[in-house]
């Protein structure tokens, strides 16, 4: 079965999907996305996903070309047209097709795609072995909160850590913890989860709220604020975590290793926690 797309109103197989090239998304990266993990053929917290949307179009000032219920109809619609039990659905919206000119278009209309794709989950020894991550000066601008497709400064960070064989690059910003290039990052110290705040600095995880929220309903303690290099360094864990990702743990940070350079207690009890909400809860039917 050929991968099926949603492009501005049809589904069509991917292979048959073109935008055109003055699009604002190729042109300027002029849009937004969100990435929303789906269990069983269900989507997770797709509210909650749609919030985050309506947030970063109110943000950019493009108008949601959809009601919730319609993205829930469309959305449920492409993963019902694809085949894989776990997917993760890729949805990204332009401010359309225009004349080149940074000013917004008066009347262009909003350039809507989606795609799902198979969610593979980390192999067994990438959760035992825990991965390597580089660290760098978060470089980026200051509305970290909104899902924007210009990502270039994003992708060059990332390249840092592959460059260095390693797998996330962990950023700071004035010398306080921010996020991954492409994950939430949280520490662990004396049995505390050190969480840094969501404010404009970072994206709002929908992993992070779950790890917080099962978190807080098992009694684990949790510190929100702002960590400076030395204490996260010296933490006794790291991890980061996102929706095709879930909770890893970070194991060496700039070839140092984090406390004994293994996954530590807090991230199996974590991983254990995640494990059984996704069983219980994510997997569940509506
Ligand atoms: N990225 N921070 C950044 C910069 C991210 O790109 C992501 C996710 C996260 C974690 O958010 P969530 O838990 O909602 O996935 C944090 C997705 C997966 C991506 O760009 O592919």
Redesign the pocket.
């Known amino acids: 079965m050929s991968q099926i797309v949603y492009l501005n109103e049809k589904f069509l197989p991917i292979e048959q999907a073109f935008v055109p090239v003055l699009d604002r998304g190729f042109i300027f990266g002029d849009g937004i996305?969100e990435?929303i993990?789906v269990y069983s053929h269900r989507p997770f917290r797709l509210d909650e996903?749609l919030v985050?949307l309506q947030h970063s179009l109110d943000s950019v000032r493009i108008d949601n070309p959809y009601d919730n219920e319609e993205w829930s109809r469309l959305i449920r619609e492409l993963i019902a047209r694809n085949e894989p039990e776990d997917q993760?659905v890729?949805l990204h919206i332009t401010r359309g097709v225009a004349k080149r000119d940074h000013a917004f278009p008066k009347d262009a209309a909003p350039t809507v795609f989606m795609m799902s794709n198979p969610l593979v989950i980390a192999p067994r020894e990438l959760f035992e072995s825990g991965v390597a991550a580089i660290s760098a000066i978060d470089n980026r601008w200051d509305r970290?909160d909104i899902?924007a497709i210009s990502?270039l400064p994003?992708v060059l960070l990332r390249q840092l850590a592959i460059d260095a064989g390693a797998t996330e690059t962990v950023m700071f910003r004035d010398g306080t913890l921010t996020?991954?290039?492409?994950?939430?990052i949280f520490a662990v110290e004396n049995g505390v989860i050190l969480a840094p705040p969501k404010d404009n600095h970072?994206?709002?995880?929908?992993?992070?709220?779950?790890v917080l929220e099962l978190a807080v309903a098992n009694g684990i303690p949790v510190e929100v604020g702002k960590f400076d290099q030395a204490r996260i360094r010296q933490a006794n864990e790291l991890w980061l975590?996102?929706?095709?990702?879930e909770v890893l743990a970070i194991t060496t940070l700039d070839g140092q290793p984090i406390a004994s350079g293994k996954p530590g207690p807090m991230f199996w009890r974590m991983h254990a926690l995640y494990q059984d909400y996704k069983a219980r809860v994510m997997r569940a039917p509506e």
Do not use: F, Q, W
């Not at 996020?179 to 939430?184: D, I, K, L, V």
């Not at 970072?202 to 779950?210: A, E, H, Q, S, V």
């Not at 975590?241 to 990702?245: F, N, R």
């Open positions: 996305y990435v993990p996903h985050r993760y890729y970290c899902k990502l994003n996020e991954g290039s492409a994950s939430n970072m994206l709002p995880g929908i992993t992070y709220d779950l975590t996102s929706s095709t990702k």
